[in-house]
């Protein structure tokens, strides 16, 4: 699935949620200048979902 990169990577209270690989190239993409990224869905899903478990995450 493509998100902005904004989503996750501007948002740090997320980042012990993210998974290393998924961290890696969202800063990548970041570096790169790139404004959206394809991960994943079950990847994004489970961090929204881990997120949301540890009220960090109202969406």
Known sequence: MEIAINTLYS???LYPFI???VFDALEAAYLD???VITIN???YFAIISSAKAAGICHA
């Open 33 to 35: 200048g790139k404004d």
């Open 41 to 43: 869905e079950a990847d």
């Open 19 to 21: 998974p290393r690989h």
């Open 11 to 13: 948002n740090r209270e």
